[in-house]
């Protein structure tokens, strides 16, 4: 019997090429789609879960509410993860991280700049399950200005020589000792280190303050440990310690403070295998996913399938009366009604099987492309883990399932009396549900092309949004640094090009560099309840100019007053925090000391607001002071010549520091850094809509195939009675268009309510303007318009002496 339904499968599948073609076709792209995103959401989900003890492993973060501004922050004070595995039982290990920024490693004459270096303590190794392949596990982290690379940074340096034990000289001034190798970390991890170095080699490591926070800190609890039961001894631990620093600065209590509403201060678990999914906070290791990107992206892959899976059923229903006869035939020579459903569900099984191979094929072809769009590193050997191979028979099935049983179930229902006397009319029972199917189809297309619409729209905004500073033609030389003191030598030769109008030294930008939060209050008093927190950056006198920032009250720094290093420059922003009306001869004092010392600082001028974060927040307070920062060097230049430029610094740059490595970029393209999970989002949401369209548009076309065959006669009979050709292709087309119309009605709400949501986390937003479900409503109409009207101009065209004749 199996084999007898098979054979028929078969026998059908070739008898009918065109629309076999098209539902291979359609089902294979649906597959295609839905496993690649399936290998993205199966990595994101499996982020951190490699580690054997990953269920026990937790980071503690901190919410602090200071002087009217709310932090979020992924660091604690150095002081917090000794004191956890001191005062808390449950806590069997902590284990700190402290990143520093980038540093220039060398080696013999091997010079990189490495980003993924951190500095740590020797349980790192017994926490995380991170191999050692080299070295003593207890010790390689013990010793001061001992470092231990990952395997693929010792083969960068040393190619198949061993290591341990030779020297890595960091930034040109401390030498560190290789103590051991340690296995890649894997891709699926939130965080990448290729080296780390000894904690005990910076000055912060044994330092007991808990009034800055700046080290990211893990626990390991011990089995059966429960993690809310950690997290509410926290208060008390804040209380005892933070509390008794609090107000020695102060002079006030923490309860005082708490009940005034000026500070807050929150402790919270966040188990390790969240942290890449759901953390979003100040002083990430790395920029994280999203589970909202992992819900959205696999509700594509849901509806990309179904849209792939209603094509089936369209046309199998539609094109029910064609098989009608063979229904009754087999009805009367005793075939029941589940044999037939059985049939027809081998068909729709084997033609999904068919287009799983097709799909796998081009998983193979299109990977490549897809791990450049998302950033990851899929491999096509990863889909043959277990939980893919399992996704891969089910979707499969499902499919196959999904696609044949209700035509399955609508032709086996035929009478066979009925069919046999030819009263069965072409797919007269199927009518309303495939056209719902049809309205389903291009409704998810359609939000498809409206998110992609938004998110571009968006990206236009930030784009041409005035920053408060001109990005354009800025070139920044990394690095600075390692000029030492040679480095405004190096500015001033680099001025006599005159293709470079200005240039600054400074670490800080307005785009991805340098932060420093400090405390900073009015008029001198640190007790004043303005008191709080914000960034503090160092310039000089070029940087205003050279970023093209504007002084709206008072005046630049000047190397024409002697007093400005006493001198301070604010944004509008600090003025209003302050409620300075006219903030120019105001004071402000900054914390330069744990124990309560201040420096007092004049307000000379004041910046227009500019953007120095993303756009998804608000504009916060800032104080620039004149303080030498060697970090970064800022060029402003002529938009000509721009390879003669790069051309002569690489050649000043060999002169002054020969050897060491010379790295720029450009401000516009650090600037988008800032959004590139939206640019991502974007494309993949572009790429999808796309396909979705490309499926039902298949759909479509096979159904307008279809009907125009059915009718045929009926079109010949019209022009023989003097219907025109535009009449004849209005007739064939105008269900489709009007099909899609309803599409467009159906999926306006859905899509406003969906990219509403998702520009509530900017801060600074463009409208959802009517014009983009305007431009969805076009294209998405003369798409189906397009698809359908090839066959309606041909059927239009044909002579009709042969369309009556036809059947």
């Not at 287009?355 to 998983?363: D, G, P, T, V």
């Not at 498809?448 to 236009?460: F, K, P, S, Y």
């Not at 998702?758 to 600074?764: E, N, R, S, T, V």
């Amino acid at each position: 019997m199996i084999k007898n339904y098979f054979k028929t499968a078969v026998r059908n599948l070739f008898l009918h090429k065109g629309y076999s073609l098209i539902n291979i076709a359609g089902l294979a792209i649906g597959m295609a789609c839905c496993l690649l995103i399936l290998m993205f959401v199966n990595n994101e989900l499996s982020c951190d879960r490699y580690h054997e003890n990953a269920d026990r492993i937790y980071r503690v973060v901190s919410e602090v509410k200071f002087g009217g501004r709310h932090f979020k922050l992924a660091v604690l004070p150095p002081a917090a993860a000794g004191t956890f595995v001191k005062e808390l039982p449950e806590v069997k290990d902590a284990v700190r991280f402290r990143n520093r920024g980038s540093y220039i490693i060398k080696y013999a004459d091997k010079s990189f700049k490495e980003d993924r270096l951190i500095f740590s303590e020797p349980s790192f190794f017994n926490i995380f399950s991170i191999p050692l392949l080299a070295g003593n596990v207890k010790t390689a982290l013990k010793n001061p200005f001992s470092i231990v690379l990952s395997k693929r940074s010792a083969e960068k340096y040393f190619g198949q020589e061993n290591p341990v034990g030779k020297i890595l000289k960091l930034d040109n001034e401390r030498d560190y000792r290789i103590t051991g190798i340690y296995d890649n970390i894997p891709a699926a991890s939130h965080f990448h280190f290729d080296f780390i170095a000894s904690l005990n080699s910076i000055e912060e490591f044994d330092v007991t303050d808990w009034l800055r926070d700046n080290f990211q800190t893990y626990l390991l609890l011990r089995e059966n440990a429960d993690g809310r039961a950690v997290q509410a001894k926290f208060p008390q631990i804040i209380k005892k310690y933070f509390g008794a620093e609090i107000e020695k600065v102060t002079g006030k209590s923490l309860d005082e403070m708490i009940k005034s509403g000026y500070v807050s201060i929150t402790y919270r678990m966040q188990p390790l295998t969240d942290i890449h999914l759901y953390s979003h906070l100040t002083a990430e290791l790395e920029p994280n996913g999203d589970i909202k990107y992992v819900y959205i992206f696999s509700a594509i892959a849901f509806f990309i399938l179904i849209i792939a899976s209603i094509n089936f059923m369209n046309l199998a229903t539609a094109r029910s009366a064609v098989r009608a006869r063979e229904v009754g035939i087999r009805k009367v020579l005793g075939s029941e009604r589940r044999h037939l459903v059985v049939q027809f569900l081998t068909e729709s099984i084997l033609l999904s099987l068919i287009s799983m191979i097709i799909a796998l094929f081009l998983i193979h072809l299109l990977l490549p492309y897809f791990n450049q769009l998302s950033g990851k590193e899929l491999a096509f050997a990863d889909s043959y883990h277990f939980i893919l191979l399992l996704s891969m028979f089910a979707i499969t099935l499902f499919t196959g399932i999904i696609a044949g049983l209700y035509p399955a179930i609508i032709i086996s229902s035929f009478r066979p009396a009925a069919v046999l006397k030819g009263q069965l009319k072409s797919g007269s029972q199927s009518t309303l549900m495939r056209r719902s199917l049809v309205v389903f189809q291009f409704t998810t297309a359609i939000v498809l092309i409206i998110g992609t619409l938004v998110v571009i729209n968006q990206m236009n905004f930030i784009q041409s949004k005035k920053l408060g500073f001109n990005k354009e033609h800025v070139l920044i030389l990394e690095n600075a640094y390692l000029l030492e003191n040679q480095v405004k030598a190096f500015k001033n030769e680099m001025l006599k090009n005159p293709h470079i109008l200005r240039a600054t030294i400074s670490g800080y930008l307005p785009v991805p560099s340098n932060r420093t939060n400090n405390a900073v209050f009015p008029e001198g008093e640190i007790r004043d309840e303005r008191t709080t927190s914000m960034q503090n950056w160092e310039i000089d006198y070029d940087y205003i100019d050279t970023m093209g920032m504007k002084i709206t009250a008072g005046r630049n720094f000047s190397r024409d007053f002697s007093t400005d290093k006493s001198s301070v420059i604010i944004n509008r922003k600090l003025a209003k925090f302050f409620g300075w009306a006219d903030p120019i001869g105001k004071r402000l004092g900054t914390l330069v000391s744990r124990k309560g010392e201040t420096k007092i600082f004049t307000v000379i001028g004041v910046v227009e607001d500019f953007h120095f974060q993303s756009l998804r927040e608000n504009i916060e307070p800032l104080v620039l002071f004149l303080k030498e920062n060697k970090g970064l060097m800022s060029f402003r230049i002529k938009g000509e010549n721009i390879a003669g430029v790069i051309r002569s610094l690489r050649q000043a740059w060999d002169k002054f520091i020969p050897g060491q490595p010379f790295e720029y970029t450009f401000m516009d393209d650090s600037f988008k850094t800032v959004y590139q999970g939206e640019l991502r989002l974007s494309k993949i949401f572009g790429i999808f809509a796309t396909l979705a369209i490309l499926i039902g548009c298949l759909g479509l076309f096979g159904l307008a195939a279809f009907i125009s065959e059915q009718r045929t006669r009926e079109i010949g009979i019209r022009k023989v009675l003097g219907a025109t050709v535009a009449g004849i292709i209005n007739l064939l087309s105008r269900e489709f268009i009007i099909l899609v119309g309803i599409a467009n009605l159906a999926a306006w709400p859905i899509a406003y309510l969906i990219m509403d949501k998702w520009l509530q986390g900017f801060a600074y937003k463009a409208s959802l303007s009517p014009w983009i479900f305007v431009i969805s409503c076009i294209l998405s109409l003369g798409i189906a318009l397009l698809t359908t009207s090839f066959l309606a101009v041909k059927a239009a065209l044909a002579d009709p002496v042969k369309s009556i004749k036809y059947e």
